[in-house]
């Protein structure tokens, strides 16, 4: 049997099913794995996607054609039968499970192994193909538990509203802000949001996920109030006029590549927290096992690593070259966008 899925100059496509997977050119029939910049873009025909997803999708598209599935339901398009499974990236995050003729391949989009309370928890899918990421696809990549990063930003904002310092951490917009928030302790003091951030917290909100009260920089009439708040802002904020209001302040990053030497000090932040929506060296591993599948898939993040590794380690392993990026890069210049779209403000 021929491959299922092949790479065109969209994006992923499934032959049998004539639908793409995340496609990066305008397409007639478009399955969305979740809303982030790289993977859900403007110009296709139709959408499919999660029903958890759905709203994040439309706030970040527009006016779309979208059809919603809820998490396990099947549909069978050309005698293809699809079914989206939990990732554990973001909000409405989705593997996609396609059957045909008796051959299951499952594209992961991008995932994480660890429940973080605001998106339902990863779901491991059997297949015959698995497609992963590999963003952090290296051994050096190993994450801390998130309830001890947590416990590192708590104490952090802590110490610095003692002080009556504001704390301000950068992390991504979608998804990351949110987790982040579900983390914190709102007993601290006031938890002040960018505009870039405010309007996904309400689309969370929106789908059942519990996150603490939260403040717009123009909600706040008392300016002492700030010395003691945490403020969430985009990385895209660093260094803007935005900033100014907040006199004396420390900040810190959150992301993945903290992990890496050097990362800190290039984003000119007081703190690094390595807290990330991937899936570390480990849980990658462990995915790829769980799936049982003899045939593995890299489509981005540190392809030529992950693939020798799995050959060393008996898999039929290849890639696939795609336009999928890091959070960092798309989130970025995806925030600018919203940031706009706010006024840059609240």
Known sequence: MSDLVVVRKEGLYCVPGDFYIDPWRPVDR????HAHA????????????????????????GEIRLDALRYGESVTH??????LHPAGHVLGSAQLRMEYRG????????????????????????????????TFGMPIYRWQPQAEIFGDINAW??????????????????????????????????????????PLNALYREAGVALPPTLAVSDVEDKSVLRQALVLAPPSAAGSPWMRRFGDYSDAFASGWMRLRGSRRRRGVDRGFILSDHADWPGLLSAIAATSASRIIVTHGQIPIMVRWLRQNGLDAGSFDTEYGGEEEVETDKEHEEEKGAGGHA
């Open 30 to 33: 478009a399955v969305i794995t």
């Open 103 to 134: 051959e299951v391949w499952v594209a992961s989009g991008d995932y994480k192994l660890e429940q973080d309370g605001t998106c339902a928890p990863f779901e491991s899918v059997r297949c015959d193909t698995f497609i992963t990421e590999s």
């Open 38 to 61: 790289d993977h859900a873009r403007t110009g296709h025909g139709h959408y499919l996607a999660t029903a958890d997803g759905a709203g994040i999708l439309r706030a970040r598209l």
């Open 157 to 198: 904002w802590r110490r610095n509203a003692g002080e009556g310092r504001t704390s301000v951490l950068f992390c991504y917009a979608f998804g990351k802000a949110q987790r982040i928030l579900h983390g914190l302790d709102p007993t601290i003091g006031s938890i002040v949001c960018h505009g870039a951030v405010t």
């Open 78 to 83: 050309n005698g293809v039968a699809l079914s």
